[in-house]
C-alpha cells in the first residue's frame, strides 16, 4: 500500500484519550498516582483529559512554540488531508474502534478541538516544546512515558540514530517503562530497525505486547521498555 499522503514536514493530527487507553492497555485507576510524560503528543486529547480528571501528564512536542490558532488551523488542514487520503483505501483497515472513515474524521477533530481548548489555557504548563532526542527533563522525571505514532512508522523520514537516540533520552527520564505504538510502517511491515533497537539497548527489559486496538492492519502490538 503505497502513502498518498504528502504532508511537508510532522503530521499534526488529533487523537482521542480513550484511544491512548487501548494503544498502550492503560487502565484509568492505574495512572492517578504516577507523572506521565506523552511525547510527539501533537494535537491529541490525552493530556488534556486526564489532567481535568486529576491525572498528571505532560505532552512535548517539536511544535509546542506555536500559538494555538495556528496549531488549530495545521490541525484541522492535516486531518482533511488524511481523510481524503484515506477514503479510497477504507479496505486497508480495520474498522472495529471507528465504524467509517465520518467517524474516524469526527473523532479525530473532536479530538483536536479538545486540545485547542487546552493548550489555548495550559500552554506553558502542560505542553513544552522539544526534541525527543534531547528532553528538558531531569532524570527519573516521569514514571511513565508514552510515544505514539512517530518511532517506527517514519523510518523513511527519521533515521535509525533518531530512534535509538530518542529511545535512550525517553529511558532516561522515566523512572519505571516506557511504551511505544504502533511497531509497523506501510505495508503492515515492522520496521527494520525494531531488532536492531531490541539488540542494541542493555539492561532493559523488552516485551512486545499484544493491545486491544487495530486500525492499521497489523498494528496491535506496542514495545514496553522496563528499567531493570
Sequence with gaps: MENPLKIEGPI?????????LKFFNLEEHELQIINI????????????????????????DILYDQKCSFLFL??????????DALTPMEGHFVWSF?????????????ACEDFYKDYRENQCQNYIKADLTNLPFKDNSFN??????LLF?????????FHINSIKEM????????RIYPLIKHHNKKSPFLKRVIDNLHHIEIEI??????FRKGADEMMLLKKI
Design 37 to 60: 510524560l506523552d511525547c510527539a503528543a501533537g494535537a491529541s486529547s490525552f493530556t488534556a483529559y486526564m489532567n481535568m480528571k486529576g491525572f498528571n501528564v505532560t505532552a512535548v
Design 209 to 214: 505486547l499484544k493491545v486491544d486496538y487495530e
Design 74 to 83: 495545521k490541525c484541522k488542514v492535516h486531518t482533511n488531508a488524511l481523510m
Design 171 to 178: 529511558l532516561r527520564v522515566t523512572s519505571d517503562e516506557v
Design 98 to 110: 471507528f465504524q467509517d472513515i465520518t467517524d474516524l474524521k469526527k473523532q479525530r477533530l473532536s
Design 144 to 149: 511513565l512515558v508514552l510515544c505514539l505514532h
Design 12 to 20: 499534526f493530527i488529533g487523537r482521542g484519550w480513550k484511544e491512548y
Design 153 to 161: 512508522i517514519y523510518d523513511h523520514r527519521l533515521d535509525y540514530d
